[in-house]
């Protein structure tokens, strides 16, 4: 489907791009720490079996950043990449917008530790927090930018380094996450209608289901804190995964349903990357044949708010993805969160 061919869409919620000046994804780019984590590492800390991670989850081994180094240096080179890719300079860079859970810091900003990292000097600067959806979040905040011709050029940042949040001790949650970046440079390019619909969703009486319960207002740091390991993930697994199917399927349908679009029209469909079971639940029930799916996760595990940037990157760089193709996204995360964006590439 060639860009020019596109009509305005009737449901006036997808028509992001003709209520405002369009916004489209200029480039990608992504990074991942060097070491990795196999299924067998794991066996050595946990009673768990490369077995029993690869089927329950489709993971094989993950990535783990090295001690000194953060999720603001994690993002920064993914950023590099992102404006390489896009031929943006640092002081082309109006506003920096990172999604992440695991900041360097509860403050400054990871966003304003990039700024400097990548000397983007006149840019604002600010994060966002909602978990494994935040790369799509920050994607619509950074169009509405765009959109009202407030900025011109929006880093836009997923990156976490959920590892450092990990308890090692529970077989449970330890073997699910990795850390990564994944970055996107938003402009108004000439030709290209870039994101079509963003649809967001949140409900926050399930809080308690996937958390960090320590080092925040709440329950700040202290001796008890840690001896109660209240600083780590907290999750049902079960109860995860059920909504995380429903909300995703929900989220899907309501993109595609907006675009007018049948998911045989969509070139890549590009999940958050948990698990390959939600993966292939919610693929299966959206309509979108195997092939049109694509997964990661097994390199990768759940990078957070870096998982769909990651799979993104890596779908354009192997030619998965072609300039003029259709891609949905579905994410799900803590809070719960979730979201589906379609985008034209
Ligand atoms: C966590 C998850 C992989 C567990 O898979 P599951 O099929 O639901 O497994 P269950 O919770 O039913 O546990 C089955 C058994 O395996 C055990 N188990 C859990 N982790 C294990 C591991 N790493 N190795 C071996 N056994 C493990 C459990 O203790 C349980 O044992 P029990 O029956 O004796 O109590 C799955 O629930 C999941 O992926 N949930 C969603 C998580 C997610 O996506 N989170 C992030 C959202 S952004």
Redesign the pocket.
């Known amino acids: 489907m060639t860009t020019s061919a596109r009509k305005p869409f009737r449901n006036p919620r997808a028509r992001h791009n003709y209520l405002g000046r369009p916004c489209s994804i200029a480039a990608v780019g992504a990074y991942v720490p060097e070491r990795v984590v196999t299924n067998a590492d794991l066996e050595q800390l946990?009673?768990?079996?490369d077995e029993?991670?690869f089927t329950?989850?489709g993971i094989k081994e993950r990535r783990q950043a090295a001690a000194g180094e953060a999720t603001s240096d994690l993002a920064a080179k993914a950023a590099q990449r992102a404006m390489a890719n896009a031929q943006v300079s640092a002081d082309q860079i109006d506003l920096i917008i990172t999604a992440t859970v695991t900041p360097d810091m509860p403050f400054p900003s990871t966003s304003c530790l990039v700024q400097q990292k990548i000397g983007a000097k006149r840019a604002a600067a600010f994060d966002i927090e909602a978990?494994?959806s935040g790369f799509i979040y920050a994607l619509e905040i950074g169009q509405q930018f765009i959109m009202s011709r407030t900025y011109d050029t929006v880093l836009v940042i997923g990156a976490d380094k959920l590892t450092s949040v990990v308890d090692w001790a529970d077989?449970?949650t330890c073997?699910?996450f990795g850390d990564g970046a994944g970055a996107a440079i938003l402009q108004n390019r000439p030709g290209s209608h870039g994101l079509l619909t963003v649809c967001l969703g949140a409900d926050g009486s399930k809080g308690d289901v996937?958390c960090v319960p320590g080092g925040g207002s709440r329950l700040p740091a202290s001796t008890q804190s840690l001896a109660q390991r209240q600083h780590y993930i907290r999750?049902d697994?079960?109860e995860?995964?059920k909504y995380?199917v429903q909300a995703m399927l929900a989220a899907g349908k309501e993109a595609l349903t907006r675009c007018e679009l049948d998911i045989s029209q969509i070139a890549c469909v590009i999940p958050?990357q948990?698990?390959r079971?939600?993966i292939e639940a919610v693929s299966e029930r959206l309509g979108a044949r195997p092939e049109q799916v694509f997964i990661n996760l097994d390199r990768y595990g759940?990078t957070s708010a870096a998982s769909v940037a990651l799979a993104l990157d890596e779908a354009v760089a192997c030619g998965r993805v072609q300039r003029g193709d259709l891609i949905l996204l579905v994410v799900?995360?803590?809070g719960f969160t979730w979201g589906a964006a379609v985008i034209e590439w």
């Open positions: 946990v009673e768990t079996s029993w991670i329950r989850t978990a494994c077989r449970n073997v699910l996937l999750m697994g079960r995860t995964f995380a958050h948990a698990n079971r939600i759940n799900f995360g803590a």
